[in-house]
T-cell receptor, first 115, second 113 residues
């Protein structure tokens, strides 16, 4: 158990819908990262927050957004869903903002299926 | 820009045999290199990492990797495979001041009894 929790574990929805994925980082970790894992694209970095502020953006679509709240939990919002958004979404957390020096601890993921 | 290439999407070894998973990277800055393991239906777990210093890095579960700058490689090895090593392995790279990890496509390791 990494100490990072993600809810829900599974999500099945229809095209055009909007969903919210939730992540609680390990106690004491200030940085949260979101990754998408799909068969064709592999593991891709989406976005990072550090202590409530956006720090880095990767291959995140405009239909996707995220935020980190004062209690440090984070939510990833996916809207106007398409079939291609079906994937495993991971949240990771670390103590500091630079992953070069700090291990990223990964949650178990949320499997999103868009029908 | 950084990138990672993992040679072989699927590797099979016999139990007790050497495990060798290949990773080559591209980075415009001195790289920091990582190997992660993903067991079925679980998140990723860090096996080992190279940031600076000794180029031979030892990790958990008997794995080690060697950073070879001249070959831009960071191959993962284990002298003797165990059934419990069956999983998917990801090589990743980041650089100084980079907030994100760039992952390879992954290599699925099967261990044959």
């Amino acid at each position: 158990d990494s100490g990072v929790t993600q809810t829900p574990k599974h999500l099945i929805t229809a095209t055009g819908q909007r969903v919210t994925l939730r992540c609680s980082p390990r106690s004491g970790d200030l940085s949260v990262y979101w990754y998408q894992q799909s068969l064709d694209q592999g593991l891709q970095f989406l976005i990072q927050y550090y202590n409530g502020e956006e720090r880095a953006k990767g291959n995140i679509l405009e239909r996707f957004s995220a935020q980190q709240f004062p209690d440090l939990h984070s939510e990833l919002n996916l809207s106007s869903l398409e079939l291609g958004d079906s994937a495993l979404y991971f949240c990771a957390s670390s103590v500091d903002q630079d992953p070069s020096y700090n291990e990223q601890f990964f949650g178990p993921g949320t499997r999103l299926t868009v029908l | 820009a950084q990138s990672v290439t993992q040679l072989g999407s699927h590797v099979s070894v016999s139990e007790g045999a050497l495990v060798l998973l290949r990773c080559n990277y591209s980075s415009s800055v001195p790289p920091y290199l990582f190997w992660y393991v993903q067991y079925p239906n679980q998140g990723l777990q860090l096996l080992l990492k190279y940031t600076t210093g000794a180029t031979l890095v030892k990790g958990i579960n008997g794995f080690e990797a060697e950073f070879k700058k001249s070959e831009t490689s960071f191959h993962l090895t284990k002298p003797s495979a165990h059934m419990s090593d069956a999983a998917e392995y990801f090589c990743a790279v980041s650089g100084a001041g980079s907030y994100q990890l760039t992952f390879g496509k992954g290599t699925k390791l099967s261990v044959i009894p």
